[in-house]
């Protein structure tokens, strides 16, 4: 091979773009599909035989195009979504990059037939890199793009596909991520001949998901909305009972783009926060609108990611509502348990004034936590009303309770049977109580008679000094030296503990972190959860009368006492009916 610069051909340009553009039906369709949606289609057919292979057929009823845009149609580098360099930072078109058709048409058939509703309708195809136009077939407004025997002329290209039935999962996963993307446009699916999908046109988002996922009950399904200096949350995100063990039903768009991106992926985890384990996966359809400006959408090929000008910024404010939206949510459901049974006041069977004091009324605290709570059956907006009840006014003198196992406390409440963890009960009141003194900045601390030296290396040093006002916040002192770091003091609520382990865990906590300001809630929240984790009684401790009365009061006084801050649950419900079922007394 000579070493000698020369010009490539058109031709192999075309090719080599298409590498980029195209890695399989599936990238074909995604261009196609958004090109109709760009010229303001309304309804959209997607055609495909062979999971694409063979053909790949998308009709539209869009604005159409005339003689000369359909012949620069397949010319490499030709749009009309572009004209300037500023235009290319303010993209608001789903697309814009003139060598998608190009580069399609290089590496298969591909012919297109339009009308714009003025001129004569017009069928282009390239042919031996030739573009062919001529007088088409009669036809409504808008363009067909036929694409076949995509990879036909690259056989190195070709071999790479997989089966016809894998491809078509590809090109569905497309699909369903262009339909989520416009609700309000109606698409069609034929595959092999065979209707699949037929959605209708929506008003609302709520609509096309329950047409994609039949599954999901639509109940479950809360809608969020959140708008602040120039960026908007809005889309719906799932109950916390219906989290599952996969990322299956998980979409984030940016400006009406489906893209894949670590920060804002966190962010939703994040605003979860202990409503659900770690290892489960929310379930969110959401949408981030932004100035153009303020991302850029062309770092890469297939724009699957996008790169934002204050990320920090992004992460903040979609963790912080996912957040405040959970709780406003969850203590409103609280509250309409407790408010469910009115107007006489009753109690705990063996208890004495328990009650929510309220104008004129006390209310029967009837918890139905694992079965009310994580079976949410109500749709609330963002700004729901304020909690009209002080749970702080809950008191309770005395609690007719079992412990079993040194490690649950069973109790009766109405025609219901509690099983309380322990464990995960105490976790939830000191979490809540070291959140509020954290916010307060009135944690209660311990010096220590001898401070204690922790090994450090210089990385960690680095690591704890990044991090010093957030753990001098929750009650440790600490001191940078020469390959340690001394600790002379210690939050009180760590008295008696292996408070080493604790910290140790901490630093651990903050190694998953990014460490800086746009993530601190979520580090925090990790740091006051292992505290909380680290103080609170354990599985195998047995409680005293007074001790075990107190945690029950002090549970239902919380803000979210049906999760623990890993999202474990802290209650199990049994019915009267289950038990007297189980038993032969009912039928």
Known sequence: ???????LSTQLINKIAAGEVVERPASVVKELLENAIDAGAKSITLRLENGGMQLIEVSDDGSGMGKDDARLAFVQHATSKISSLEDLGAIQSMGFRGEALASIASISSATLHTFDGSSQPVAAKVRNNEILVEQGDARQQGT???????FANIPARKKFLRSATTEYKYVYEMFVIEALANPDIGFRLIRDGKPILELRPQDMLAGRVTELFPGLDSNKMLPLSFKKEGLQFSGLIGHPGIATSVAAQQFLFVNKRYVSDRVMNKAVKDGFSSTISRESKPVYFLFLELPPGEVDVNVHPRKLEVRFLQPGQIYHYLSSSIRLFLE????????????????EPTRIAGTRDFAVAGPGSAVKPSIEFTRQLLGHNSQPEMMLPELKFD????????????????TYLVTEQGSKLLIIDQHAADERVKYEKLQKQFNDNTVTAQALLIPEHYPADEKLKILVQQNLDLL?????KLQIQQGKILIAQIPAILQGRDFLKT??????????????????????DRVLATIACHSSYRAGFKLTHTEGTKLIADLFRCKLPYSCPHGRPIIWEVERGSLEKNFKRKK
């Open 503 to 524: 910290f140790t865990e901490l630093i651990s906590s903050l190694r998953l972190g990014k460490l800086n300001l746009s993530e601190n809630s979520a580090i925090l």
């Open 472 to 476: 001098t916040r929750t009650g440790f």
């Open 144 to 150: 067909t793009v036929t694409i076949r025997n995509i």
């Open 328 to 343: 406003k949510v969850l203590q409103q459901e609280l509250y309409s348990n407790f408010r469910r049974n009115e107007p």
């Open 1 to 7: 091979m000579s070493g000698r610069i020369h010009q």
């Open 391 to 406: 749970q702080g006014s809950i008191s309770v003198v005395d609690f007719n309770f079992l412990q079993i196992f040194n």
